[in-house]
């Protein structure tokens, strides 16, 4: 059973950059479509980020186009996401996710499969 660790998390004020990490133990990444959600206090898990298995294909969610990017190296199983001009409403855990399903990476929640622990992002203002 593969699990999903995610790291590189923390406090920093607005305007900042963060980088996010996610790695694979017990198993390798390249299994997965990668996809990051987060989740602020008292509001639902949203989709942030995905990228498929060669790395090629990337969506983003509107509230984070052009000032994230996800990448990700299969050879050091690991997936990131580079968060800058963060702002106070990008506070939230963030997790990384896994999805196994042949086609492209999706949006939806319930796509994915394998979760990992989150990470606190706190930004200030």
């Known amino acids: 059973q593969v699990e999903l660790h995610e790291s590189g998390g923390g406090l920093v004020q607005a305007g900042d950059s963060l980088r996010l990490s996610c790695s694979a133990i017990?198993?390798?990444?390249?299994?997965?479509?990668l996809g990051w959600f987060r989740q602020a206090p008292g509001k639902g898990r949203e989709f942030v980020s995905a990228v498929s298995r060669s790395g090629l294909y990337t969506l983003y969610g509107d509230s984070v186009k052009g000032r994230f990017t996800i990448s990700r190296d299969n050879a050091k199983n690991t997936v990131w996401l580079q968060m800058n001009s963060l702002k106070p409403e990008d506070t939230a855990v963030y997790y990384c996710a896994g999805d196994m399903a042949p086609e492209t990476p999706r949006m939806t929640l319930t796509s994915y499969q394998t979760w990992g622990q989150g990470t606190q992002v706190t930004v200030s203002s």
């Open positions: 017990g198993g390798s990444l390249d299994i997965y479509h």
